[in-house]
């Protein structure tokens, strides 16, 4: 298992995570499954880890249990990890930052709520969504782009402002959210 227990020369026995940070694990579960991921944050009071798919560079917060140990790595050696990772990653993140691509795919690609997305768009609406040097960037990008999803929706699809904020005004949406609604509109439109 991912969890490993030892005796400390006073004779205490102290137990904690086997995985540690920068290691090479694979992943058990999900959509990744048997794909292999670096770790990039550990959170132990939550088991909870956060890790980089090497294959396509897309960064997941997982459980502990859903992942297996595979490889310690230090530090020098996780940066050659990074490195490949990034270079294996470029096709994957240079869709996503493409804004023709993000229109004509919006309702079709599985992976567009991702942080990469969540970046090319506020950074093409002048929104910020938080320090990008952050550990929980990848989260709070993702949870930003979640919050203005149905707004993106609605203009894909009607593809007219007016239209959309008349449908939206009928939610009572507070006048920031129209100019986000305008911003997106401007980004994607204009």
Same mark, same amino acid.
């Given at each position: 298992?991912?969890?490993?227990?030892?005796?400390?020369?006073?004779?205490?026995?102290?137990?904690?995570?086997?995985?540690?940070?920068?290691?090479?694990?694979?992943?058990?579960?999900?959509?990744?499954? *048997?794909?292999?991921?670096?770790?990039l944050?550990? *959170?132990?009071?939550?088991?909870?880890?956060?890790?980089?798919?090497? #294959?396509?560079?897309m960064?997941?917060?997982?459980k502990v249990?859903?992942?297996?140990?595979?490889?310690?790595?230090?530090?020098?050696?996780?940066?050659?990890?990074i490195?490949?990772?990034?270079?294996?990653?470029?096709?994957?993140?240079?869709?996503?930052?493409?804004?023709?691509?993000?229109?004509?795919?919006w309702?079709? *690609?599985?992976?567009?709520?991702?942080?990469?997305?969540?970046?090319?768009i506020? #950074?093409?609406?002048?929104?910020?969504?938080?320090?990008?040097?952050?550990?929980?960037?990848?989260?709070?990008?993702?949870?930003?782009?979640?919050?203005?999803?149905?707004?993106? *929706?609605a203009?894909?699809?009607?593809?007219?402002?007016?239209?959309?904020?008349?449908?939206?005004?009928?939610?009572?949406?507070?006048?920031?959210?129209?100019?986000?609604?305008?911003?997106?509109?401007?980004?994607?439109?204009?």
């Amino acid at each position: 298992m991912n969890y490993i227990a030892y005796k400390q020369p006073d004779g205490t026995i102290v137990t904690g995570l086997k995985v540690k940070l920068y290691d090479i694990v694979i992943l058990s579960s999900g959509y990744w499954k *048997d794909e292999l991921g670096i770790v990039l944050y550990i *959170d132990e009071a939550k088991k909870q880890i956060k890790l980089r798919v090497i #294959k396509c560079g897309m960064d997941l917060t997982l459980k502990v249990k859903y992942v297996q140990f595979v490889n310690h790595n230090n530090k020098t050696a996780a940066k050659s990890y990074i490195d490949l990772c990034n270079k294996l990653s470029a096709a994957f993140r240079n869709k996503y930052t493409d804004k023709q691509y993000i229109k004509d795919n919006w309702f079709t *690609d599985k992976f567009m709520i991702n942080d990469v997305t969540a970046n090319t768009i506020a #950074k093409g609406t002048g929104q910020y969504i938080t320090n990008e040097d952050s550990e929980k960037y990848s989260v709070s990008a993702i949870i930003w782009l979640s919050d203005i999803k149905d707004y993106i *929706d609605a203009l894909f699809k009607y593809g007219d402002f007016d239209f959309v904020a008349k449908a939206f005004r009928i939610y009572n949406i507070t006048d920031t959210r129209f100019e986000v609604i305008r911003s997106l509109y401007n980004y994607f439109y204009e």
